[in-house]
């Protein structure tokens, strides 16, 4: 089935103050193009620069993931792209007018709320999923963190967090598929340990930092001077710790909510990779740098899988041909020196493959750079017209009655020389059905694997009758 690429109906905005800045910031998500993705864009200085939400921008993941392009940053970018992937929206334009994305409650979810209002809206282009062949695997000796990626015909997320604390201790959180974001994970907030928050505000970091936008956990016991300090840090009066557990006991929304806002952050991040994913992660231990550094694992992958795909075919020249030299010459009125394919190695309705062993024996080279013996470019452009033939007189039921006539050539290129001794294999496709006689292909010659020329080609069949060509149709 094919699933379409998504964007929202129309803009919507939302406004906050960011974790780290404390800045307030106004956020409009707009929708985008087709194959956009995720970028946002700094409306707050000189011509509106863009940052693209990619793994390769990533300059730091200290308490959140933090993009910069041509020297311009945004900071805090995981809750809001987590909620996009959540919600399968593939194209969006993220306008902010400050550094940071503003914090909200910790979560994905005001963002889902907003997006939620406006709706989505499907495009006309496919989306292109990447699905996982092989293991993958990421290790983190040193921050302990595990990850690894197997098979899945679906987006598959498995955490499990331990930190050695009596409060947190180890809890697990998964999702089978993208589409239960929204309920089981979205909600979750961000959490912090007490012991954690006092040293990042001792650094006059989290100025945006509140008992509203995160969960924080308390794992030993602290003084009434700390207590006192944080009612003045939070501007609160009702600050309450009682024992270990959730300052001023927080209502937790699930038991395991801080794995299940790890989870939310990796699906933030592996947002970065650039295209949707098909995958079962398992992660131990994650955090914004691990799940970047697999990110780019997960990248390079997709990058590797592509330039195999897009590699250079491997023939086999061993295997029984499926047309030898007596065969190809019941269907080409060509003889020697002047036919150019001695077996046809592949045939299909809209493909062939045919092959040329060239030898110091050819007649063309008694008088082409016969010191320097190279096979003429348009020698290889006839035994390629040679080949598209067989294909095209394979079409008809008595292909001895007919000729096959180049009507015109274009784009041809040769890439390197063939010269004696070379093995030329031609793979011909079609471009397009066959109709009125009509046929247009486009063909590349390789030696050892490596392209030595290519061309596009149209040809027409011609029947012959009373020893005189006559155009024919074919449908």
Same mark, same amino acid.
């Given at each position: 089935?094919?699933?379409?690429?998504?964007?929202?109906?129309?803009?919507?905005?939302?406004?906050?103050?960011?974790?780290?800045?404390?800045?307030?910031?106004?956020? *409009?998500?707009?929708?985008?193009?087709?194959?956009?993705?995720?970028?946002?864009? +700094?409306?707050?200085? *000189?011509?509106?620069?863009?940052?693209?939400?990619?793994?390769?921008?990533?300059?730091?993941?200290?308490?959140?993931?933090? /993009?910069?392009?041509? &020297?311009?940053?945004?900071?805090?970018?995981?809750? $809001?792209?987590?909620?996009? $992937?959540?919600?399968?929206?593939?194209?969006? =334009?993220?306008?902010?007018?400050?550094?940071?994305?503003?914090?909200?409650?910790?979560?994905?979810?005001?963002?889902?709320?907003?997006?939620?209002?406006?709706?989505?809206?499907?495009?006309?282009?496919?989306?292109?999923?990447?699905?996982?062949?092989?293991? /993958?695997?990421?290790?983190?000796?040193?921050?302990?963190?595990?990850?690894?990626?197997?098979?899945?015909?679906?987006?598959?997320?498995?955490?499990?967090?331990?930190?050695?604390?009596?409060?947190?201790?180890?809890?697990?959180?998964?999702?089978?598929?993208?589409?239960?974001?929204?309920?089981?994970?979205?909600?979750?907030?961000?959490?912090?340990?007490?012991?954690?928050?006092?040293?990042?505000?001792?650094?006059?970091?989290?100025?945006?930092?509140?008992?509203?936008?995160?969960?924080?956990?308390?794992?030993?016991?602290?003084?009434?001077?700390?207590?006192?300090?944080?009612?003045?840090?939070?501007?609160?009066?009702?600050?309450?710790?009682? &024992?270990?557990?959730?300052?001023?006991?927080?209502?937790?929304?699930?038991?395991?909510?801080?794995?299940?806002?790890?989870?939310?952050?990796?699906?933030?991040?592996?947002?970065?990779?650039?295209?949707? =994913?098909?995958?079962?992660?398992?992660?131990?231990?994650?955090?914004?740098?691990?799940?970047?550094?697999?990110?780019?694992?997960?990248?390079?992958?997709?990058?590797?899988?592509?330039?195999?795909?897009?590699?250079?075919?491997?023939?086999?020249?061993?295997?029984?041909?499926?047309?030898?030299?007596?065969?190809?010459?019941?269907?080409?009125?060509? +003889?020697?020196?002047?036919?150019?394919?001695?077996?046809?190695?592949?045939? *299909?309705?809209?493909?062939?493959?045919?092959?040329?062993?060239?030898?110091?024996?050819?007649?063309?080279?008694? &008088?082409?750079?016969?010191?320097?013996?190279?096979?003429?470019? $348009?020698?290889?452009?006839?035994?390629?017209?040679?080949?598209?033939?067989?294909?095209?007189?394979?079409?008809?039921?008595?292909?001895?009655?007919?000729?096959?006539?180049?009507?015109?050539?274009?784009?041809?290129?040769?890439?390197?020389?063939?010269?004696?001794?070379?093995?030329?294999?031609?793979?011909?496709?079609?471009?397009?059905?066959? +109709?009125?006689?009509?046929?247009?292909?486009?063909?590349?010659?390789?030696?050892?694997?490596?392209?030595?020329?290519?061309?596009?080609?149209?040809?027409?069949?011609?029947?012959?009758?009373?020893?005189?060509?006559?155009?024919?149709?074919?449908?």
């Amino acid at each position: 089935m094919i699933i379409k690429q998504r964007t929202i109906q129309s803009q919507v905005s939302v406004s906050g103050v960011g974790l780290h800045t404390g800045k307030q910031v106004n956020l *409009t998500f707009v929708p985008a193009p087709e194959n956009h993705g995720y970028k946002f864009q +700094r409306v707050d200085l *000189t011509d509106n620069p863009i940052i693209d939400a990619d793994v390769d921008n990533v300059v730091d993941t200290a308490r959140g993931t933090t /993009l910069e392009q041509n &020297g311009v940053r945004v900071y805090t970018t995981e809750h $809001v792209l987590a909620a996009l $992937v959540g919600l399968e929206i593939d194209n969006v =334009l993220i306008q902010i007018d400050g550094p940071e994305i503003p914090i909200m409650d910790g979560s994905s979810m005001p963002f889902i709320k907003v997006l939620e209002l406006v709706g989505a809206l499907e495009q006309n282009a496919e989306r292109i999923y990447f699905e996982l062949k092989e293991n /993958l695997s990421f290790e983190d000796p040193i921050k302990n963190v595990e990850m690894l990626a197997v098979p899945q015909d679906s987006f598959r997320l498995t955490v499990m967090v331990d930190y050695n604390s009596d409060v947190l201790g180890t809890q697990h959180a998964h999702i089978y598929n993208i589409n239960e974001f929204k309920t089981e994970i979205a909600m979750c907030r961000t959490f912090v340990f007490l012991h954690e928050l006092e040293a990042l505000l001792a650094n006059d970091l989290i100025k945006g930092g509140d008992l509203n936008n995160a969960i924080v956990l308390v794992d030993k016991k602290i003084s009434l001077k700390q207590i006192n300090h944080l009612k003045k840090v939070f501007h609160k009066e009702n600050v309450e710790i009682k &024992g270990k557990g959730v300052l001023n006991n927080t209502t937790l929304h699930y038991f395991n909510e801080p794995a299940r806002h790890k989870l939310l952050d990796i699906v933030g991040d592996l947002a970065l990779v650039g295209t949707p =994913l098909k995958m079962h992660i398992l992660a131990a231990r994650p955090g914004h740098a691990g799940n970047v550094a697999f990110a780019k694992k997960i990248k390079e992958h997709i990058k590797n899988q592509k330039a195999k795909k897009n590699s250079n075919p491997i023939f086999d020249l061993n295997k029984e041909p499926v047309l030898n030299i007596i065969d190809i010459q019941k269907l080409l009125p060509h +003889r020697q020196p002047f036919l150019l394919i001695d077996k046809v190695i592949e045939l *299909t309705k809209e493909s062939v493959v045919g092959v040329k062993n060239v030898t110091m024996n050819e007649e063309f080279f008694k &008088g082409h750079f016969p010191e320097n013996p190279i096979m003429p470019g $348009v020698l290889l452009v006839e035994a390629m017209a040679q080949t598209g033939g067989i294909l095209v007189l394979k079409t008809v039921p008595d292909p001895e009655n007919y000729l096959t006539y180049f009507m015109k050539l274009d784009n041809v290129k040769f890439k390197q020389k063939v010269i004696p001794g070379d093995t030329v294999v031609f793979d011909l496709k079609l471009l397009s059905p066959i +109709r009125r006689g009509i046929c247009h292909m486009k063909g590349i010659a390789y030696v050892n694997n490596k392209p030595v020329m290519e061309a596009e080609m149209m040809a027409q069949i011609v029947k012959i009758k009373n020893n005189e060509p006559t155009l024919v149709h074919t449908y």
